[in-house]
């Protein structure tokens, strides 16, 4: 295992080689930020000899946001699971750095949507489940809900 100290005073462990693909060495990384944000996971060299996020790894912050998924080009990108330290949780699809595609938002309160998401907008076909448990389905697009229906189970 290496230590090394990189640009910023962060901390980083390159703790083995993994493979190679398309002229990128892919390495399993411990790095820590200058803020105390930590990755643990996969990152590549760029060409300017920087590493950058990609493949699979968990971000966490001090304040206990986790992020566990898929990284390209130093972005939350494809599928993961983030939590927030308020207990919501997004799990679902990610692009640069937004809730983007299918997913799962679980609401503090125990509240969820699952639907589509556009850039972290909730945006088109979805459902609702309020905390009583009853199901609202239809389309969604950003703050507005035109026709939902309410789901009821005989």
């Not at 703790?15 to 944000?37: M, R, W």
């Not at 609401?107 to 909730?122: D, I, L, S």
């Amino acid at each position: 295992m290496n230590r090394v100290l990189a640009p910023g005073n962060c901390y980083m462990c390159v703790t083995y080689f993994l493979s190679v693909y398309t002229a990128s060495e892919v390495y399993k990384i411990n790095f820590i930020f200058p803020n105390g944000d930590k990755y643990d996971g996969d990152c590549t060299r760029t060409s300017s000899g920087t590493f950058e996020r990609n493949g699979v790894g968990i971000h966490t912050t001090p304040d206990g946001i986790i992020y566990t998924g898929n990284w390209k080009d130093d972005k939350m990108n494809g599928f993961g699971r983030l939590e927030h330290f308020s207990g919501a949780v997004y799990e679902g699809h990610f692009k640069d750095n937004m809730f983007h595609g299918l997913g799962t938002y679980t609401f503090p309160t125990g509240a969820k949507y699952t639907g589509n998401f556009n850039e972290n907008r909730v945006e088109g076909e979805g459902q609702y489940t309020d905390i009583q448990g009853l199901e609202w389905c239809g389309n969604f697009h950003f703050t507005a809900a035109p026709g939902l229906k309410l789901k009821i189970l005989m």
